[in-house]
């Protein structure tokens, strides 16, 4: 099991060149990366699992190594999914249709909450 693998990001930042760090998408990127070692590892039969950090940015420590927190979640620190929340949604429904047969939600590539869900 692989954990606590990501890189950080500024929240809106895109830069098409994926290797500028801190852009969106140099984190999906990376991602991307890990998920196809990931994957390689798991059909040679002795990878059982990942996880990422963080699910979320947070406040640190003022200090010359991170500018207003650490930046490495999937999700901004008001839980506004970054780009790689949406690959990282992707890819966890792509192994539930392979592992277990589930069905991809017709959103898949447009995640959303829809205001209907909460009505009473």
Do not use: C
Request: aromatic share 16%.
């Amino acid at each position: 099991m692989i954990t606590e693998y990501g890189a950080g990001t500024m929240e809106g930042l895109h830069i098409t060149t994926p290797d500028y760090i801190w852009s969106e998408e140099y984190q999906t990127d990376l991602f991307s990366r890990h998920f196809l070692a990931f994957d390689h590892l798991r059909s040679e039969g002795f990878f059982i699992g990942e996880m990422i950090w963080n699910f979320a940015d947070f406040k640190t420590a003022q200090t010359f190594t991170r500018v207003g927190g650490n930046k490495k979640g999937i999700f901004t620190r008001n839980r506004q999914p970054k780009a790689a929340a949406h690959l990282t949604r992707r890819r966890y429904w792509a192994l539930a249709q392979e592992l277990d047969k589930a069905s991809p939600p017709q959103d898949i590539d447009n995640y959303t909450v829809y205001e209907d869900l909460y009505e009473e």
